[in-house]
């Protein structure tokens, strides 16, 4: 979408979901922004400025909305910016990548200098990475204080400000009034043991295929899927708990309760569980741009709201795929079970299901061959497995959405036992690349009724940048596969 006044204006007067997170709306009369779809009345065309972040809104010196909540609008997937650098940089900053470390860190992720990061993000995003960082951790803040019932230190330190010195005094400079003053008449989800909040996505959504597909992937311990509710275990850093997922009260949203252990880990936390249930993705775009394909116009038609399954634990996904070579669904689940009994840890939860976390590649890299053969793994598979651990723990491989995709894929495909397939699929769902497209696939093949790979190939052109979408429609089209 272009920038220009009159189709932005356009936008909010409709109210458009589409561009819900992708555009904000700043009324000059109140001094405050808003996502298009709130339902306060429309501003006199003229009292308006639009942006395409908050972050940027914020830092022309407007407030957020206290009736439609900026913080609660969806993010933008890695493809909906111009530049993959910014929007990856972006991404990372949103899962808390200043939190702990700094811009320079940040910037040898990708490569650079922290001078050319700033440039790059400045210039694609309106606002530096450290403004950008501000603006996530106050309105993740402002989300807490409107939704929870934890102290403010608490709520400081869990929106990742090192003092809450430094968070009541950003506070009070950007929304004009102290957290306890947010917080009179809000109302409580949270318990003595969990946090309650919810996260928004654009319409529409189809959270029963969703559900679907993730069930007969669950790994036994770690995962639990019920008839309209997802749970698992979490480890990240040192902090242990679970999560269960469900749809929110509001519409258009789903509910996420936290167990209290995992509080501090939110930034990335959202961040993962977003990336799991592909939250930023715009469906009504990909699906209007598929429909352009005769071919896949009337699966889509039939099927509107699919999403892309990302990975809630990266690595955990991969070894996943892994397992999933030449085997049934329920086979490679079974295996999987069997990998994280051994090489992730227990953990008590309230949850008789959720008994293990995952595994991790720094456990895995250090098994030998015979320590992963023993689950019922061959042993070429085994060493797959085994190349891959120590791969990603040494640093060889990174496996994050926003990465190089075409390098990394290239990176996978000479490890032992990773070929085209395994390395699409990893690039689909582990780095949320929503091009990615394994086209030797038997399934596709069989739902597009080609028996040549090439030929598939070919058909899939025009679906670019979204093959990966595709891919989900053809799969579901036979009732699901991997």
Request: charged share 20%; aromatic share 6%; proline share 6%.
């Amino acid at each position: 979408m272009l920038f220009d006044h009159n189709s932005c204006y356009q936008t909010l007067a409709a109210r458009d979901p589409r561009f819900d997170g992708v555009l904000f709306v700043g009324v000059t009369t109140t001094g405050i922004y808003c996502r298009p779809v709130c339902p306060a009345r429309t501003p006199r065309r003229d009292r308006c400025r639009f942006f395409s972040n908050a972050a940027s809104a914020e830092n022309a010196g407007f407030r957020p909305c206290l009736r439609c909540r900026p913080e609660l609008a969806p993010g933008n997937a890695i493809v909906d910016t111009a530049s993959r650098t910014a929007a990856s940089a972006a991404a990372r900053i949103e899962a808390g990548a200043l939190n702990e470390a700094s811009v320079d860190d940040l910037a040898a992720e990708f490569g650079l200098s922290s001078r050319q990061l700033r440039r790059v993000v400045k210039s694609e995003l309106g606002v530096t990475p450290i403004e950008l960082a501000q603006t996530q951790r106050l309105l993740l803040a402002k989300q807490l204080l409107t939704d929870s019932s934890l102290p403010a230190i608490e709520v400081a330190f869990a929106s990742g400000f090192s003092s809450v010195r430094q968070f009541n005094s950003l506070f009070r400079e950007r929304y004009g009034l102290s957290p306890t003053d947010l917080r009179r008449s809000q109302t409580s989800q949270s318990s003595n043991e969990s946090l309650g909040l919810e996260l928004d996505y654009r319409p529409p959504f189809d959270w029963p295929s969703l559900l679907t597909f993730l069930r007969g992937r669950a790994i036994p311990g770690v995962e639990s899927i019920s008839e309209n509710r997802y749970l698992r275990t979490a480890a990240i850093g040192d902090a242990r708990g679970w999560f269960l997922i469900e749809p929110g009260a509001r519409n258009h949203s789903l509910r996420v309760e936290v167990s209290l252990s995992l509080v501090r880990t939110l930034p990335p936390l959202l961040a993962r569980i977003r990336n799991l249930f592909d939250l930023n993705a715009q469906p009504q775009q990909i699906e209007a741009h598929l429909r352009n394909d005769e071919r896949m116009r009337p699966i889509v038609s039939r099927q509107s709201g699919l999403r892309l399954p990302g990975a809630f634990d990266v690595f955990e996904m991969v070894v996943r795929a892994v397992l999933g070579q030449q085997v049934s669904v329920r086979a490679a689940t079974t295996l999987a079970g069997r990998v994280a009994n051994a090489f992730g840890d227990p953990i008590e939860t309230p949850h008789a299901a959720l008994t293990r976390t995952t595994m991790t590649a720094d456990r895995l890299a250090a098994a030998t061959t015979a320590d992963i053969t023993s689950l019922g793994l061959t042993r070429s598979r085994a060493g797959c497995l085994l190349a891959l651990a120590q791969a990603v723990a040494g640093g060889e491989i990174k496996l994050q959405p926003g990465v190089e995709v075409e390098r990394t894929i290239e990176r996978l495909k000479l490890l032992p036992g990773i070929g085209d397939w395994t390395a699409h699929y990893i690039a689909m769902r582990a780095l949320c690349w929503p091009d990615a497209f394994p086209h030797a696939d038997l399934g596709l093949r069989k739902a597009l009724g080609e028996t040549s790979s090439k030929r598939v190939l070919e058909l899939a052109e025009p679906w670019r940048p979204w093959r990966a979408y595709a891919v989900m429609h053809l799969w579901n089209s036979l009732g699901g596969t991997e």
